[in-house]
């Protein structure tokens, strides 16, 4: 079990990918030699600014494009076979749906492509509509929807298999803070049940609470990974956290401290960021003060669960 | 089985997604219309209007069928790639082949539906074109007038359907209204088949020139042969280029005889190009009509492998294409 959990899900050698113009010559280097391993049940980040092959990256993992030199192994299979990619589930950059369908229809039509039987596939879409959110929208043509909209109907396609590897591009692009939150919430919900995450992001606040490990790329080559907790830590610094302390207390503590190990000793009243300030903010709105904060979280399809 | 149902789901879809564009209603019901206004517009040529309305309806489903077949198998393949769709389809199982294959289904479907509208319509205007009739006391040209506009009344009720069910129940305005036009055209051909074109009853299947079938199958082979052309141009290029190097072949085909056929046994080029352009005339039969005779089976199996092979064809050479293809 263990070992199974430590194995590799992905191992990308030495990739890299050239686009080409019309007449076959060289135009942009988008990655360039990138070397990867994602373990299963890991959430694991690519990050980069913008142009720097996040995008492209994932397109190769997913046969979408052809590599121009380099290997994947995918699933002890390669990208584009048709029993790996059974068993993943993308959400691209911007959300691709077919304008003229409702997301009813969008998520029964790729559940038939999963060869679902049609009460799994209604049974499903209900779930993952209402989880989204989008149920009372469920019946509205796509090309209305707002970009959040739009993105969360993207999410529920891409989980309707119940991956095993979930890769997601920029995966909270579009949505409000409640809608980010509840995106990682999610994210780290199905890590925690085993499921692989591959996610992309410039948004870096996002990412910090939820990566396991990160690459870091520029220019289509990694700059620099790794565990995200060894890559942040500040390994000459620590705090103590403490409840808010009458004025004496607080002044005879910082002297205690400062006296036995001799060295400066600051104080500081942590503040929220912005983020969790909102979702409180819109959480009370919704409820009612006293509610309590998780009452606004959506349930978790059923068909997810493990 | 899973590829079969895969690729039933693959083509429903875009057949369903091209019908509900506003362009290819557009395409449908302006082909009908003016089909159906042809015996009106053309009047007493000394009764030669059934064969001038016969003509000109068959050459309105030829070009417009060009436009359905390019525009459709367009936006199958080249707008689903520009617009990433395509991209969420093939992250999921299944392969490029299923995929352009099912396109391509899913085109010839809609060049069905767009047939089906054409021929019943070319078949109800051949009908209301005037002719001359000799027959318990009538004798004189009749141009059958409760069937014209019977005609006209089905275009107008389908439109009329199909905004009423788009304000009762939000469905897409373009397949409904399709939907609805192919029920009434339907229903109008039944009508006409039960009474001839003085008014009165008659046995069914012999009001109706129904050696016009087999004239507008062809056509219709010709423009499923036209889609496997436009999906394949469309794993290369886009839109647009897609529909001008359609609209050129088809000039090409339609002049082949002329340009290189008359040259094909003195010059290896003209041989080349003869093979190599799909000759449209041999699914252009309207003058066998006209000298009185009708399209014999032998011609039709003939025609209908000639363009089986073609867009074969094309289809291995569009699937190689898109295999290899950047998505
Ligand atoms: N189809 C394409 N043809 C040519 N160049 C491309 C193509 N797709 C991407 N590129 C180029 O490859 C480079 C990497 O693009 P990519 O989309 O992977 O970046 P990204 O890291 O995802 O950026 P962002 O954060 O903006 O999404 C860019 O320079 C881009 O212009
Ligand atoms: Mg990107």
Known sequence: MQEKANSTILEVVQLTKVFCDFWRRPKVRAVDGLNLSVRRGEIFGL??????????????????????????RLMEGRPGDVAVHRRIGYLPEVSHLYRYLTPRETLLFYGRLFDLSARERRARTDQLLEMTGLTAAADRAVGEFSKGMARRL??????????????????????????????????????????????????????EHICDRVVIMYNGKPRAAGNLRDLLATPDRMTLDLPVLDAATTRRLLQTIRETCDCEAELSRPSMNLEEFFVRVVREATNGASAAPEAATPRMAAFLEK | MFR??????????????????PVCLLLILVSSTLTALLPFLILHRFGEDGKLVRDSAFALHAVFGVFVAGYAATTALSRELESGTALVVLSKPVSRDCF??????????????????????TLLAERVAERFVNRDGVAGFVTDGQTGALLIAVMVAAC?????????????????????????????????????????????????????????????????????????????????P????????????????????????????????????????????????????????????????????????LLCLGTVLFRQKDV
């Open chain 2, 4 to 21: 079969l149902r895969q690729a039933v789901a693959l083509a429903g879809l875009t057949a369903l997604e091209a019908l509900r564009q």
């Open chain 1, 47 to 72: 990050l980069g600014p913008n142009g720097s092959g996040k995008s492209t990256t994932i397109k190769l993992l997913l046969g979408l494009l052809h590599p121009t030199e380099g290997s994947i």
């Open chain 2, 100 to 121: 352009f294959l099912s396109k391509f289904v899913g085109v010839v479907g809609v060049v069905g539906v767009f047939s089906l509208c054409a021929g019943l319509t």
């Open chain 2, 242 to 313: 897609t529909l001008a190097s359609c609209s050129a072949v088809f000039a090409l085909g339609m002049m082949s005889d002329y340009l290189f056929g008359l040259h094909a046994t003195e010059s290896l080029w003209a041989g080349l190009l003869y093979s190599a352009v799909p000759n449209w005339q041999h699914f252009w039969v309207c003058d066998q009509l006209n000298a009185g005779g009708s399209i014999t089976g032998g011609y039709m199996g003939l025609a209908a492998l000639y363009a089986l092979v073609y867009a074969s064809a």
């Open chain 1, 154 to 207: 993207g999410l529920a396609q891409a989980l309707l298999n119940a991956p095993e590897l979930l890769i997601l591009d920029e995966p909270t692009s579009g949505l409000d803070p409640m809608g980010c939150r509840q995106v990682k919430e999610m994210l780290r919900a199905l890590a925690d049940q085993g499921t692989t995450i591959l996610l992309t992001s410039h948004l870096l606040a996002d990412v």
């Open chain 2, 160 to 240: 009329v359907v199909g905004a009423v069910v788009n304000y009762k129940r939000q469905r897409p305005f373009g397949s409904v209204t399709t939907t609805a036009l192919l029920g009434g055209l339907l229903l109008c051909v039944v009508l006409a088949s039960c009474f001839d074109r003085t008014g009165q009853w008659a046995p069914f299947a012999t009001r109706l020139d129904w050696r016009l079938v087999p004239v507008s199958v062809l056509i219709t082979l010709g423009l499923v042969v036209m889609s496997s052309l436009a999906m394949t141009l469309s794993t290369v290029v886009g839109m647009v």
